[in-house]
């Protein structure tokens, strides 16, 4: 049933005497339903954030671009589901994948007929990059860009994008990056990247750092030209450079959103990688950051430092910055001892075997909510599935990664690969590589990226990428167990950046929690970071803890008993200021399946009575 939207607004008085007036004309033709408040703002929110396409990650939205009277005609042509907007003059159909050329040029020579375009808005990469984001203009419209170019801007300095490029030239912004730097393949690869974007602005509107500056130096259209500059120039890249890159979280929220299929990730890694190799940072600045890529990987050493950090907070006030939000990050009470699951061992599967995987138990998680591994296990050997901890694996090396320190960050990555493929190649095999913090996730299926240059190591590095899975694609795939029990518990579900915008996983979680009885709710601007970002959070925290404070009010807005979430540094960078008990998805899977109630839910008042979770084991 379609559903047409007005939208008043104005003085309180007015916008009540209107939506009276016009309830009472509209209601002899249609049902008609007056919202106001929080439950508006939502309407209006969702409508903007195309949510009722979010259920197909893989399917395509279009946006055209018409006169509002010939909105209709296209639409029914077409047959998909649409969203009009502004009278009909935007519409967004959503259409098949399978026929997206066939679907492109109906569309575009619908939409061209009409006097308007066609730009593929939301689609996988993959086909973006085939069918092409945007539509070709008219030729006497392209010619006559272009001799407008040629006469005010012959070096396309006002706009280095598309409106303002031949239509002959195969690639959109222009670089004139040296022959010398070519030689070096990364610099060759952010060459082609950077081409590819055409300046629309539609990423400005996702970017967190964008939202909380207001400039556009802060934004990935910004970025991405200070990074074009960065390479043509050569040299030591400028202060003022290193800062705006700096503050990119890596959330990769643009890259999601971008139309034109920006690869955004490889850009600013390389980036990053690329200041910390010319450019020499404060003294301060080094020592912390190179604090950090020692303690963050090793449990041991995390450990020492968090109990450091503790004997440090009286004395907090004197310290600002980076320094401050490290005291600031130290828990206030005391660590849980560590887990026996987090030593190399194999874990049987509950009845017939049904498939094998390693787990990556990774570094900060272990000591700072050990439960998240032990409840992970539980599910999988639950579900029929042997669980291998292999020796030799450890940290991902996201966090020094996160900071473009690749060179610290390798050592790790190898000793993982060696580490999986033994287990891999040995006599059980390995289905999988199971990971539940999603921004190690997100760093596991870069590794082929991360060492494609290695000979050595490029195809065994691509081989574990492959097996790289996060535990609920892995889920979702092998399919829950029916829950033991409805539990009717209103869980609002924070997706991390690294899940939504780095892997693109974006229904599993919600769709498992949801047959496991739970009621489900969304965040409000849900495709925000949050601010904690791997550690920006210590290197960035005023931004940080802005973004912070927007994502703790929209989790609060929506009125859930208990957060969930699939990533430990959102659980760290949230769960002293929602004012409910912040647990991980698979702590909830566990429960709900015949596993432990979570610590934190003991807090909730009222939970429904439980009586089949006794005590949870692991059995090794
Ligand atoms: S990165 Fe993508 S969305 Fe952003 S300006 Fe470039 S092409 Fe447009
Ligand atoms: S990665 Fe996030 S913070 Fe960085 S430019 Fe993209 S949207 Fe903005």
Redesign the pocket.
């Known amino acids: 049933m379609p559903t047409t939207a007005l939208r008043l607004e104005g003085i309180q008085e007015s916008v009540v005497a209107r939506a009276a007036g016009l309830g009472s004309r509209l209601h002899t033709v249609s049902d008609v339903r007056t919202v106001a408040d929080e439950e508006s703002r939502d309407f209006w929110r969702k409508l903007r954030d195309l949510s009722s396409f979010a259920a197909d990650p893989d399917a395509c939205v279009w946006r055209l671009m018409l006169p509002g009277t010939q909105a209709a005609r296209v639409v029914n042509a077409m047959g998909g589901e649409a969203v009009y907007d502004w009278g009909g003059s935007e519409v967004f159909i959503r259409m098949e994948a399978g026929k997206a050329e066939e679907h492109a040029l109906a569309l575009r020579t619908m939409a061209g007929e009409a006097g308007g375009n066609a730009c593929l808005f939301r689609a996988p990469a993959e086909l973006r990059r085939r069918v092409g984001a945007f539509q070709p203009r008219p030729k006497a419209l392209q010619e006559l860009g272009e001799r407008v170019r040629q006469m005010f801007d012959p070096n396309s300095i006002l706009n280095p994008g598309k409106r303002a490029r031949s239509a002959t030239e195969k690639h959109d912004m222009k670089t004139r990056i040296s022959e010398a730097a070519f030689a070096n393949p990364d610099i060759a690869l952010a060459n082609d990247i950077i081409r590819t974007c055409v300046h629309c602005g539609i ?1 400005l509107s ?5 939202q909380v500056r207001h400039d556009e130096n802060d ?2 259209r910004g ?1 991405i030209v200070l990074m074009r500059d960065m390479y043509e120039q050569g040299g030591t890249p400028d202060a003022k450079t290193v800062g705006h890159l700096d503050r ?7 890259e999601a959103i971008c139309p034109s299929g920006v690869q ?1 990730s490889k850009l ?1 890694g390389h980036g990053l990688e690329h200041i910390e190799t010319t450019y020499r940072r404060p003294l301060l600045q080094r020592v912390i950051r190179r604090t950090l890529t020692v303690l963050i990987p090793s449990p041991r050493l995390f450990r020492v430092g968090l109990h450091a950090g503790k004997l440090g907070r009286p004395f907090k006030w004197m310290f600002s910055g980076s320094l401050r939000a490290m005291l600031d990050m130290t828990p206030t009470g005391g660590l849980p001892p560590a887990s026996p699951v987090d030593r190399p061992q194999v874990f049987p599967a509950q009845g017939p075997r049904r498939a094998r995987v390693s787990i990556l138990n990774g570094c900060v998680q272990t000591i700072l909510d050990p439960k998240i591994n032990e409840a992970t296990i539980r599910l999988l050997q639950r579900h029929g599935v042997e669980v291998v901890v292999a020796r030799g694996a450890g940290c991902c090396g996201a966090p020094a990664e996160h900071m473009g320190m690749e060179k610290y960050a390798l050592p790790l990555v190898k000793a993982n690969i060696d580490a999986w493929l033994k287990e891999a190649e040995g006599p059980g095999g390995l289905d999988a590589i199971i990971v539940n913090t999603s921004g190690c996730g997100t760093s596991l299926k870069a590794y082929g990226h991360a060492l494609r240059l290695d000979p050595a190591w490029k195809e065994k590095a691509a081989r574990i990428s492959a097996l790289a899975k996060d535990i609920t694609e892995f889920m979702v795939d092998i399919g829950l167990q029916t829950p033991r029990k409805h539990r009717n518990l209103r869980v609002v579900y924070h997706s991390a950046c690294s899940m939504q915008h780095g892997q693109r996983i974006v229904h599993q979680p919600l769709d498992l929690l949801r047959s496991a009885g739970f009621e489900v709710l969304e965040v409000p601007d849900g495709f925000m ?1 949050c601010g904690s970002a791997g550690v920006y959070n210590l290197l960035q925290p005023k931004i940080a803890g802005e973004l912070k404070q927007r994502k703790v009010a929209n989790i609060r807005s929506v009125g859930a008993d208990v957060a969930a979430s699939g990533n430990i540094g959102c659980m760290t960078q949230l769960s002293d200021s929602i004012g409910m008990p912040f647990v991980h998805t698979v702590e909830l899977l566990d429960w709900a399946t015949g596993g432990p109630e979570p610590d934190a839910l003991r807090a909730v008042k009222a939970l429904p009575n439980d009586p089949h979770t006794a005590h949870g084991r692991v059995t090794s």
Request: net charge positive.
């Open positions: 990423c996702h970017c967190p750092t964008y934004s990935p970025r990119c979280l890596t959330c990769l929220a643009c955004y600013i970071c």
